[in-house]
């Protein structure tokens, strides 16, 4: 990283200060992409012809400004682009070119950010693997033989790999950020519901789909929310919390069932650290009806995604192009029927309930992101929606039910040459801003020297 450049104010800086040019640091990294790329897959359009793309179009007399200006930007292949392909990583859009931007890529082009590509990611969305895409499947940055975790699968292993700050969009459902940024070893936040538009996303579920943000760092993060939802201002929490006065509960056995020791090693650790420091942890609050979290999900997804993807099920001949389970979901969409949707509408909302009950009486809760490392690419191909489909999303997939807030950081050093684990932190509708500052409190607890 240019002269130990680490975080977006420091890139800022050095531009405003021009110790470095940000068409050369774009031009870098696409360099760098072009190296790694090959082995990873981590992207399906890289923009190498038009390394200023974007910087162009900018009043260079207004870049003081511009809260992300020149910063490096990757955009997950299912949220449009204009005047570039989005495929969603599918035969069936290879070809889909959209002349309008989605409104979260609008509000990162006028920040200031410059896309160098759209990143490869699970079929449409419907996976956690980043393993059955039409472009191959991706690879994990830390060991080539294991998977990133999906969909967003490409715009972490961006992250990860990039030697510039950079930020990346992703889409998520079930996880599709956190899941992925944690398996690679950097930061993912799934925003409180409908705070970053999915208009101009190719859609999943809209009751469900969200999207996310994934950077190197925690305060990173911070930055990036605050500019894509152009102002600060726009919930409570803005101060700095006091690590005294925070409580974090710690739920229950629901959240650990399966957690391979080094994950739950690093996050008991990593609760320690928090202790360490004065906050206050509850563990084993309750969290109502958290049997009922995977099937509710899964119902209200199966029926809105068979809803908008229902031709593919009706013509055989176009369903032969789409990968094996992905088409099983979306069959099983197809038997979804009314009052099925119905009872799981109304347990959502039972959900939602429950876990604004629990957090009555601590601020936050945390848990393990997923219940295992990265899974070896062999033992997931052609089993993606097996039982390491649910080790990774057990614990994820109740924020996207109840679009409540989620951001997930490492807890192992980003230098370790270990597998990833991570911590996800969750907390109450709208409270993002309070939670990105204690995550990025935590993110110091962990990982100070």
Sequence with gaps: MNSGIKTIVQYEQAIESEQINPVEEISREIKNIMEYNPKLNAFITIFEENVAFGLSKINSGSKLHLPLFGLPLTVKDNIFLAGHKTTGASAIFQNFVPSVNADVVDFSLEAGCVPLGKTNMHELAMGATSTSSFFGPVRNPVDRSRIPGGSSGGSAVSVAMSKVPIVSLGTDTGGSVRIPAALCGVCGFKPT??????????????????????????????????????????????????????????????????????????????????????????????????????????????????????????????????????????ARGLKVGMMEQMRASRQRLSLIAGLSRALQNVDFVAMPTCLTTAPKMEDVLGQEAGSIRKQLVRNTELFNVTGFPSVTLPTNRQDSTELPTAIEISGKANDDQELLAVGELIWNLIHRT
């Design 193 to 330: 519901f409908g705070l970053l538009n999915t208009s101009g996303v190719i859609p999943l579920s809209g009751t469900l789909d969200h999207v996310g943000i994934i950077t190197k760092n925690m305060e990173d993060m911070r930055v990036a929310f605050k500019a894509l939802t152009r102002s600060g201002e726009i919930q409570n929490g803005t101060s700095t919390p006091v690590l005294e006065k925070l409580t974090i509960g710690i739920p229950g056995k629901y959240f650990f069932e399966d957690c391979v020791p080094s994950v739950e090693k690093a996050f008991w650790k990593s609760v320690e650290s928090m202790k360490d420091a004065g906050i206050t942890i509850i563990e084993d609050i309750e969290i109502a009806e958290v049997e009922q979290i995977n099937q509710t999900r899964l119902t209200i997804q199966l029926a809105e995604m068979y809803w908008f993807y229902q031709d593919l099920v009706n013509e055989p001949e176009r369903g032969k192009h789409v990968a094996k389970d992905v088409m099983s979901f979306f």
